[in-house]
Structures are given as C-alpha cells and as structure tokens.
C-alpha cells in the first residue's frame, strides 16, 4: 500500500522559510514524479512543483526563485524549500505521485496523494 507522508509546515511571518518534506512507503521503484500541490481556502487546487527520477524540476511561476524542489531516492523522500514566503502562500500542500512528470501538472494523474500540510504566511 503506497503512502505519502508530509511534515514541515507552521506559521511564519512574511519573508520567512521552511522546508517541507514526504516520505513515500509501499513504493519500491525509483522512476516516479512527485509533485507538490497547495490549496488555499476557497480556492482550486493548483500545481507548484515537479521533480521526477533524474532530478529534473518544473514550477508554477509564482514561486520560481523562491521554491526549490528535491528529492533523496534513497530515503524515498521529496523537499520542498519554501523560502521569501508571501501571505498569498498561505494554503494546505500537498505532495502526490505520478509515473511521470508533465507541465502544466495534470492532477487526474497522480494516483496517490499526502493529507497534507499547513503552511501559513502572516503579515
């Protein structure tokens, strides 16, 4: 049974960082993509990042130069450094796995996915 598990959000103030992490069980292939998805209250969920198995990186333009996307094979565990945090970042992200990595992300195919963590951005 494959499972996606994430940690490190919190509440920080306005420029701060944090480092978001998931750990992938239950999957025993290296080729895969994972992706990282953030939802706000009241809005649609939306892509943020890509990584796949060669360390190829993908990310919405909003957050280009302020988010990195990694990932350790061995540890089956995927990063997402969230640094120059805004308020407009504030929402519950997701990481989930596909077989392969696509711009724009298509949600529809990511068979599995996290519960989430909260990230929340004050002025």
């Known amino acids: 049974q494959v499972q996606l598990v994430e940690s490190g959000g919190g509440s920080v103030q306005t420029g701060g960082s944090l480092r978001l992490s998931c750990t992938v069980s239950?999957?025993?292939?290296?080729?895969?993509?994972m992706g990282w998805f953030r939802q706000a209250p009241g809005k649609q969920r939306e892509g943020v990042a890509t990584?796949?198995?060669?360390?190829?990186?993908a990310y919405r333009d909003s957050v280009k130069g302020r988010f990195t996307v990694s990932r350790d094979n061995a540890e089956n565990t995927v990063y997402l450094r969230v640094n120059s945090l805004k308020p407009e970042d504030t929402a519950m992200y997701y990481c989930?796995?596909?077989?392969?990595?696509?711009?724009?992300?298509?949600?529809?195919?990511?068979?599995?996915w996290g519960q989430g963590t909260q990230v929340t951005v004050s002025s």
């Open positions: 989930a796995k596909a077989s392969a990595c696509t711009w724009p992300l298509r949600q529809h195919e990511f068979s599995y």
């Open positions: 239950g999957y025993t292939y290296s080729t895969y993509c």
């Open positions: 990584i796949d198995s060669d360390g190829d990186t």
